[in-house]
């Protein structure tokens, strides 16, 4: 089979409703016809979840050829991911499901015990995964993909945490564990056939050491070894770790480089005796890198799937001259994250778009219009781009000296690259002629002057906590672009990245920092991905870590912390108190705008203060409504 070119996009969770035969299939198919109509050469579907208790439905059938037909007709290939979860997650919210199988009596990274698989149900699986193949198959699909890393069922096969079985799916006398994989592919081979793509996804080193259970390198290898020489794999998609908390290692965000898993890639690729193509991991999100990959042999195909998730029209921009115009990857982790967090679909840090393709998508205004935006943060810039787009004639202003409002401080963060959010509105607005006006301060006499036909209100919010000795307190972003004292103490009441990435940023400068959270658990609406990964860095840089505390005083550089129940957890001198809490709404504006009767929209953190992805969001739908 032919690819029109080497970028792939993986397999991922991007839709629950996707899977649900009550549930609209269009939103999923447009998000995979939209990518294939951008340029890429080869598409992995949403995951389709093994079910070793029944039939698929009728519709499930009928989604996946109407699904194959729109993304072949874009002129890509369709492989469809089969996954079977075996031992990971719980069971708590659905009353619906029986206990979780696995290889051995043993327990789920996420605390439930589970069942053992007798033979006969092990049987059962097997035939679970020669039905789905079959389905994918017979709905015009190109082929299927075994998901065998992520600490999934097929990875617990080959691994010693989870399959210390004395019978023969368990470890020979010489440790072999293939039996269940081997039988699997051979499986799925015949039921495919040999004219469509049979697919593996592997782990490059499972981040577990031997002594935790798990393979080691060599184990891998002769493991994965044994799985190629069965001459039935024709693609290779790589990956790291064993799901769980090394999760975002397998995704990493923007702390990593681009690239960052491929020199696992490179070290097994020396090990293994093989000329099956391997897809290449893990943060590749611009072309410039992918092709670099491509040109050195680490990889023969590159998975540039969250690029995609951004920027569905990627390798056509590519092809058009017109790549400093792709939207980047930002490395934000907002589309796993939603899903992990228990959000029914995926989307992206700043493109409103996905999975709302039709519902958002742009179309030129009949009745153009003179727009005035009025701030140049995140709100305000997307709002103009959209604006813009649409053929309205936009102009827009900021007090400030740059744009971006309060997002640009991140670029002094871990989390710099969020930034480029802002870079990539502010240049499709300079692609448009629209020049962003910065130092303008918008008042009465220039909104009756101008008397714009729509005002847009992204003005954002200031500083003003409603704690006590609040006087004495800085923000986040003042203490970022500003000097703070040491002995510095980051109070968080919003449990987001915001405050996290502050505390990390002082305790780089050589800050020494205590970190105070009034939730359980630090920043636990930031994400699964980042909450796994943070304290990996934290426990090196910070003073100290306080959850479950309240900032009862402070007086006289002495902060008190106290529990909910009023007691005293500890006092503590401090320089500078850093405060993440709820902002206000800068909306002095508003009632001027009101008074002169112009129609308006209010967007952003001047709707309510909450995160980048909000004001995004907000702002195109704004944009989209005048």
Known sequence: MELRNRVVMTAASISEPWRNPLLPAEPYIEFARRRAAGGLGLLIAHPLYINPFGEYPAEIFDRHARLAAAVHTEGAPLIVQLIHFGATFRTDNDVCRPALWGFDHTQTPEGEPVHKMTDEEIMQVLNAYRRAARLVVDAGCDGAEIHGAHGYLVQQSLTPWNNSRDDEWGPTDTGDRTRFARCLIELLRTEIGPDRILGYRTPTDDLRAADDGGQGRQGLTTALQSLLDTGDIDLLNTTVGYGGPSYDRAIPNYRQPEGANIPYLRRLRETLNTTVPMIGTGRIVSPGTAEALLA??????????????????????????????????????????????????????????????????????????????????????????????????????????????????????????????????????????????????????????????????????????????AAHMISTTAALTGDVEDDVLVYDSLGTNEAALVAEALAVRGKRVTFVTCYETVMPFGGMLHRFEAPRTWHRQLKRTITQGILGDLDHGVATIVRPDGHT??????????????????????????????????????????????????????????
Not at 440 to 459: F, G, R
Not at 586 to 605: C, E, M, N, Q, T
């Open 296 to 469: 050195r042999g680490d990889c023969e195909l590159v998975a540039m799937t969250r690029a995609h998730i951004a920027e569905p029209d990627l390798v056509r921009k590519l092809q058009t001259r017109q790549a400093h115009r792709i939207r980047p990857c930002v490395g934000a982790n907002v589309c796993v994250d939603r899903k992990l967090g228990g959000s029914p679909t995926t989307s992206c840090f700043h493109n409103p778009e996905v999975l709302r393709e039709e519902e958002l998508r742009v179309q030129p205004s009949t009745n153009h219009k003179r727009v005035l935006v009025v701030g140049a943060g995140p709100a305000g810039l997307k709002a103009a781009e959209v604006a813009v787009r649409r053929g309205h004639r936009v102009r827009i202003v900021d007090a400030g000296k740059r744009t971006g409002g309060r997002l640009r401080a991140v670029e002094l963060t871990a989390a710099a690259d969020l930034a480029s959010s802002l870079d990539y509105l502010v240049n499709e607005l300079a692609e448009a002629h629209v020049t962003v006006e910065l130092g303008v301060e918008v008042t009465d006499a220039m909104l009756t002057d101008l008397w714009p036909d729509h005002v847009i209100l992204a003005t954002g919010a200031t500083f003003a906590p409603d704690l006590v000795g």
């Open 569 to 626: 957890i500890t006092e503590l001198e401090v320089g500078s108190v850093v405060a993440a809490v709820p902002l206000r709404p800068a909306i002095g504006l508003l009632p001027v705008v009101r008074a002169l009767k112009i129609p308006h929209s209010v967007v952003g953190d001047a709707v309510a203060p909450r995160t980048a992805f909000d004001s995004f969001k907000e702002a195109h739908q704004a944009a989209m409504a005048i």
